[in-house]
């Protein structure tokens, strides 16, 4: 099996396409360098179309950011067969965004912006889906809970104005993993275990 972590350095700011170019790449030389292997990709909320309500894994597909767009392109060269898991933003342990850094009281130069929803995930539970997910193929959905990333910031104590307004709506249905695999959403509530914040 071979992994690629699309949502890390740059879930917390969609506007920035190197990321996505960089899991793209790798993806294509893994499938190269490994042929007869299973490709798992851990790919992004944001290739959906941003419209409003949670996303299902047959919503349609409409990026509307550089990152989005080009972690769409990385599903397609994943090829038939991959395992691709959709998420948002990962927190907690071993979680390398910014929005997560900065929680965690890392200076950055994010700010939050106004309006746009995300799925939320822990680095644990993500970790436990794809255990779980092993040796099957197809597009799942993982996250804890959907949150607008000011609502985030707030509770976790992020305190610096947002920079702009965008009102995109980036949420995730989980349904398809909890029927297939009985793992439930942990919710909202780990933002006080996490953060210090209120659930």
Known sequence: M?????????????????????????????KGLFPGSMHVLISSDLVYLPRGGEKSEEDATG??????????????????????????????????NLMDRWAAGGATGWAPVTGRRRAFVLNRDLSTAVIRLL?????????DFNMAE?????????????????RSDYSLSCRKLTH?????????????????GVP
């Open 2 to 30: 071979n992994a690629i972590y699309g949502e890390g350095i740059a879930a917390a700011v969609p506007e920035d396409e190197r990321a996505g170019e960089a899991v793209k790449v790798a993806q294509s030389i893994i």
């Open 63 to 96: 990026p509307a950011t550089p990152l989005g767009a080009k972690m769409l392109e990385a599903e397609a060269t994943a090829g038939e067969g991959a395992l691709i898991i959709r998420t948002g933003i990962p927190l907690g342990h071993c979680a390398p």
């Open 135 to 143: 040796g099957r193929s197809g597009i799942y959905n993982v996250c």
């Open 150 to 166: 000011e609502e985030f910031a707030s509770a976790a104590g992020i305190s610096r104005p947002p920079c702009r307004s965008d």
């Open 180 to 196: 297939e695999t009985g793992l439930e959403p942990a919710g909202r509530d780990i933002l006080g275990a996490w953060y210090g």
